[in-house]
């Protein structure tokens, strides 16, 4: 059973960053790209990038270049998402998805809410 | 960017009944297009892919159909676990986007 574990919630500081994880099970890490989403509340989501669990090779939103910094460790099957100089617009929940046949999110994690505040 | 525009934003219909949920791009997606259910606490769940292909496991009661810039999601025979909202989502082109989402209820 393919399953997609997050880290847990997180409360930050302005100005501060956040190194948010996805660790996967169930299917061969290397073989798929991982993707992470943002939610904010009530809101639509956002596509932030994907990374390959093979050799790291990364593809962002432009919007989303210099915030969201996508890395792996093959070794423990694990994506990681870096999230830097936060502001109350990166509060929001984040999603890692991985990106099955057709381009498509066929499994989601189970989302982590980041909050910033001082 | 592509813009996708959902339509209506909330919906209300009755156990039983069938609900249409619209979906519009802002140019043409040649029907790279997705739909999503999200339970209220949880994480989105892949409906529909290729605009009228349905995901292994997904009730046969969900369908999709559309092409060029305009699709649509049908729930036939509305049952009470599928209130939920509703987001379709482009591949066609880089950025990913996704519409607003429609919030469908039970009257």
């Known amino acids: 059973e393919v399953q997609l574990q997050q880290s847990g919630a997180e409360l930050v500081k302005p100005g501060a960053s956040v190194k948010l994880s996805c660790k996967t099970s169930?299917?061969?890490?290397?073989?798929?790209?991982m993707s992470w989403l943002k939610q904010m509340p009530g809101q639509n989501i956002e596509w932030i990038g994907n990374?390959?669990?093979?050799?790291?090779?990364?593809g962002y939103n432009q919007k989303f270049k210099g915030k969201a910094t996508l890395t792996v460790d093959k070794s423990s099957s694990t994506a990681y998402m870096d999230l830097s100089s936060l502001t109350s617009e990166d509060s929001a929940v984040y999603f890692c998805?991985?990106?099955?046949?057709?381009?498509?999110?066929?499994?989601w994690g189970q989302g982590v809410m980041v909050t910033v505040s001082s | 960017d592509i813009r996708m525009t959902q339509s209506p934003a909330s919906l209300s219909a009755s156990l039983g009944e069938t609900v249409n949920i619209e979906c519009l791009a802002s140019?043409?997606?040649?029907?790279?297009l997705a739909w999503y259910q999200q339970k209220p606490g949880k994480s989105p769940q892949l409906l529909i892919y290729?605009?009228?292909s349905l995901q292994n496991g997904v009730p046969s009661r969900f369908s999709g159909s559309g092409s060029g810039t305009q699709y649509s999601l049908k729930i036939n025979s509305l049952q009470s676990e599928d209130v939920a909202t509703y987001f379709c989502q482009q591949y066609n082109n880089y950025p990913w986007t996704f519409g607003g989402g429609t919030k469908l209820e039970l009257k």
């Open positions: 290729n605009a009228n």
């Open positions: 998805a991985r990106l099955g046949h057709y381009s498509l999110f066929d499994y």
């Open positions: 990374i390959y669990g093979g050799n790291g090779g990364t």
């Open positions: 169930g299917y061969t890490f290397s073989n798929y790209y």
């Open positions: 140019e043409d997606i040649y029907s790279d």
